[in-house]
């Protein structure tokens, strides 16, 4: 990562867990500066992660190679479009994370010839384990692709998605999953407690069954019929389980929550072009 110079436009949550997963994986601190308007939120990353920090985000990209935009959605054209100059300039790929904002909409606000890509992560990248959809426009040369990759796996896995829109999905399935998961959890314990379980112990259960089925489904091929198959034997309580879910619907239930998602996530990309 010694050619990469780096700005990241916010310095919120993700632009936050992207400089930590790149300080961790042996980016230097001096390869990186962080437009950030909030005085606050400047003198905390310059103090724990010992980067630069200005409130001039023309300045904070002169140098870049790769500018990645990590601001509110709503915010992205106010903070794009008066750095049209500077990155007609410097020309660096800008990799952007904000959500729902279309790669054209990007592209004219940066102005015309600059490398536009666009990533959706999700909210487990802040502990490192992050899962990403990237997609590029056709004419976006390989190595640019490569070093956009290479920037989303500093936090968790990353995926290629042929479309723009597939990043409708991948909100929907992995950036609002955690959420499902979470609600399953909350449900585990809360059914736990109803059968007699002390609540805290039903929450701890809940949340350790939460963690290891995740590293168990990581740390596999990813075969999840397979995994699932191994958890649930002939005539067992696991079998007992999933024949009520599966009874109720649970598939098809599962396929609307993600559908409505993805609906709702291409709802909110039109109103923000």
């Given at each position: 990562?010694?050619?990469i110079e780096l700005t990241v436009l916010g310095g919120g949550n993700m632009g936050r867990a992207l400089i930590g997963g790149l300080l961790r994986h042996g980016m230097r601190a001096g390869q990186i500066t962080v437009g950030e308007s909030k005085e606050a939120a400047r003198t905390a990353l310059s103090a724990e992660l010992g980067i630069a920090a200005t409130a001039d985000n023309a300045a904070a990209i002169r140098n870049a190679n790769l500018v990645v935009l990590a601001v509110k959605p709503q915010d992205v054209r106010s903070v794009l479009a008066p750095l049209a100059p500077e990155l007609q300039r410097r020309r660096p790929l800008v990799l952007s994370v904000a959500a729902g904002v279309r790669v054209a909409a990007l592209q004219a606000w940066c102005g015309p010839d600059i490398p536009v890509m666009r990533a959706m992560p999700n909210r487990p990248a802040l502990a490192g384990a992050g899962a990403t959809g990237i997609y590029a426009p056709?004419?976006?040369?390989?190595?640019?692709?490569?070093?956009?990759?290479?920037?989303?796996?500093?936090?968790?896995?990353v995926v290629w998605v042929a479309t723009e829109d597939a990043l409708d999905v991948v909100t929907a399935l992995s950036g609002s999953g955690p959420a499902y998961f979470f609600l399953l959890a909350e449900c585990?314990?809360?059914?736990?407690?109803?059968?007699?379980?002390?609540?805290?112990?039903?929450?701890?259960?809940?949340?350790?069954?939460?963690?290891?089925?995740g590293l168990l489904a990581h740390g596999s091929d990813g075969d999840l019929v397979r995994l699932r198959a191994e958890v649930t034997s002939k005539g067992g309580t696991t079998e007992a389980?999933?024949?009520?879910?599966?009874g109720a619907g649970f598939n098809e239930l599962i396929a609307r929550a993600v559908t409505a998602a993805a609906r709702r996530a291409a709802e909110l990309a039109e109103q923000l072009q």
């Open positions: 990562m010694s050619h056709a004419h976006i040369d390989p190595a640019l692709r490569a070093l956009a990759a290479q920037i989303m796996q500093s936090v968790g896995e585990l314990a809360q059914a736990g407690v109803e059968l007699g379980l002390e609540p805290e112990t039903a929450r701890r259960l809940s949340v350790a069954t939460l963690h290891g089925a389980a999933l024949r009520v879910l599966q």
